[in-house]
């Protein structure tokens, strides 16, 4: 059996991640195995969002966090990284400078990606190999300032979009006027042909709410059990929410407004059941080193 190491970094409107993972060769199949996540909430769409960009204290942490990184990267001794950043860096207006100055004092190249690329590097996760031929599925992956949608049906994708929407946007009362009506005509527009569509939603907060209410390893649930399950978190303060649900509190404040983002897809889209697999942006990209690895 053959073993390679990689690393990924998420650079997300809310947190950054670092993730290393092992990828184990057979004869016959392909295993990812995670060696270390570690998680920093620095939050920079909340600047990014709200002020246009991000401040010199924040481009501090983020600088500081990713030269932690390197460090641990380096311990690891891992084959090869990458670096992804979504739409907080993407949308500010100093975020290519941010992105250059920590080149310069890291060495870590950042590569900005659009939502529908960082939906296609969540696809390297190979979710198209866990889904039933005979069923039409839509993706969602809700983020803290963009949420990505794609629908496959018999395994292939037919429609994927991205739109201005995010729990961190919505937080700050900034998502762009109109964007909701687009996401729900987008949805009633492609709806209609499919039999009956299974949503498979990803992001940190989904996850939670995957952990807190799903027994075994069966992570999925019907819109109703979604919604109660928003209507039992909407009784609770942040701080009720921090302590008796276990959440950070960069997590509990805006688990209400992704919940809000998922049941309204799950009500546009017709569909009744969601499945919440623990995928995400830095295990696409494990994927995709690994597949550039044995292309070359």
């Avoid at 995670?34 to 769409?45: A, T």
């Avoid at 670096?83 to 860096?89: E, F, I």
């Amino acid at each position: 059996m053959k073993k390679t190491k990689f690393a990924s970094i998420d650079i997300g409107s809310n947190a950054i991640r670092l993730l290393i993972a092992n990828v184990y060769e057979t004869k016959n199949k392909v295993f990812y195995r995670k060696c270390s996540l570690l998680r920093v909430p620095i939050r920079l769409g909340l600047e990014s969002f709200i002020h246009g960009e991000i401040s010199k204290q924040k481009q501090y942490k983020l600088t500081e966090a990713m030269k932690a990184f390197k460090i641990l990267i380096n311990i690891h001794e891992v084959s090869n990284y990458m670096a992804c950043a979504t739409s907080a860096l993407r949308e500010a207006k100093n975020g290519k400078k941010i992105i250059k100055e920590i080149y310069e004092e890291t060495d870590i190249k950042i590569e900005s990606i659009s939502g529908k690329e960082e939906a296609s590097i969540i696809f390297n996760s190979q979710i198209a190999e866990e889904l039933s031929p005979d069923k039409d599925y839509l993706y969602v992956d809700v983020g803290g300032g963009s949420t990505e949608i794609t629908l496959f049906s018999k395994k292939e994708v037919e429609f994927s979009a991205s739109f201005n929407i995010g729990t961190l946007k919505l937080v700050g009362n900034c998502v762009p006027k109109g964007e909701f009506l687009r996401l729900k005509e987008c949805l009633l527009d492609i709806a209609p042909p499919c039999k009956s569509i299974e949503i498979i939603g990803t992001g940190g907060n989904i996850n939670k709410i995957a952990k807190m209410k799903c027994q075994n390893n069966d992570r999925k649930l019907t819109y109703n059990q979604l919604v109660n399950i928003s209507e039992e978190l909407k009784q609770y303060s942040t701080d009720d929410l921090i302590l008796n649900y276990d959440m950070n509190p960069d997590r509990a404040d805006v688990i209400i407004p992704a919940l809000t983002i998922f049941l309204s897809i799950m009500e546009w889209s017709k569909s009744q059941i969601i499945h919440m697999p623990k995928i995400g942006v830095s295990d696409g990209l494990i994927h995709m080193l690994y597949t550039r690895k044995n292309i070359k």
